[in-house]
Nanobody
Framework: QVHLVESGGGLVQAGGSLRLSCEAT????????MGWYRQAPGKQRESVAA???????NYADSVKGRFTISRDNAENTVYLQMDSLKPEDTAVYYC????????????????WGQGTQVTVSS
């Protein structure tokens, strides 16, 4: 079974920075896309950024130019560098892997981490 474990959340003032990490563990052969989502209180979960194993990235318009997603394929870890944070970035941030090739040759689909809280004060 594949698990995603996030870390790096916390409380920061507006204009500050945080770096989130998400490590995938388990019987992993390869992971194509890894991504970050967030959910603010009373709102739907939304995509923030994603990155393929080849390094292709995409971002939500609301974070372009402020957030940077990267990954270490050898360590099955994805990062989210968040700069120039705004109060509206406050949310629980979740790591996601849409599909993972496991060592048995099968797949695991739509794996989520437990989430990490990011709070930006004004």
């Amino acid at each position: 079974q594949v698990h995603l474990v996030e870390s790096g959340g916390g409380l920061v003032q507006a204009g500050g920075s945080l770096r989130l990490s998400c490590e995938a563990t388990g019987s992993i052969s390869s992971i194509n896309t890894m991504g970050w989502y967030r959910q603010a209180p009373g709102k739907q979960r939304e995509s923030v950024a994603a990155i393929t194993s080849g390094g292709t990235t995409n971002y939500a318009d609301s974070v372009k130019g402020r957030f940077t997603i990267s990954r270490d394929n050898a360590e099955n870890t994805v990062y989210l560098q968040m700069d120039s944070l705004k109060p509206e970035d406050t949310a629980v941030y979740y790591c996601n892997a849409p599909w993972v090739v496991v060592t048995s040759g099968g797949y695991e689909y739509d794996t989520w981490g437990q989430g990490t809280q990011v709070t930006v004060s004004s």
